[in-house]
Nanobody, 116 residues
């Protein structure tokens, strides 16, 4: 079992930056591919970014490519997402997840609000 806790959300002006963190409890963090998803009010949850268990590969939604960067530090059991050039449409609750062999764990989410 993996417990995930997101942090780093908040209110920022359009064009600003935020860095989200997702800390994992458990000794097997390095076995899991990690991802970030978001859910805006009244909408479904959508994929944002993912990174493989060893950090060797990452992928992004087209809407955030070039603005968001996902990274991880397996020694600290933490995955990060640097968000630059934020837009009002990035406003959402952001969730991290950990996946391996079809099993997925989710965090509780952290709110990001971008004002215009």
């Amino acid at each position: 079992h993996v417990q995930l806790v997101e942090s780093g959300g908040g209110l920022v002006q359009a064009g600003g930056s935020l860095r989200l963190s997702c800390a994992a409890a458990g000794r097997t963090f390095s076995y899991y591919d990690m991802g970030w998803y978001r859910q805006a009010l009244g909408k479904g949850r959508e994929f944002v970014a993912t990174i493989t268990y060893n950090g060797g590969s990452s992928d992004y939604a087209d809407s955030v490519k070039g603005r968001f960067t996902i990274s991880r530090n397996n020694a600290k059991n933490t995955v990060y997402r640097q968000m630059n050039s934020l837009k009002p449409e990035d406003t959402a609750m952001y969730y991290c997840n950990a996946g391996r062999a079809g099993v997925v764990y989710w965090g509780q989410g952290t709110q990001v609000t971008v004002s215009s």
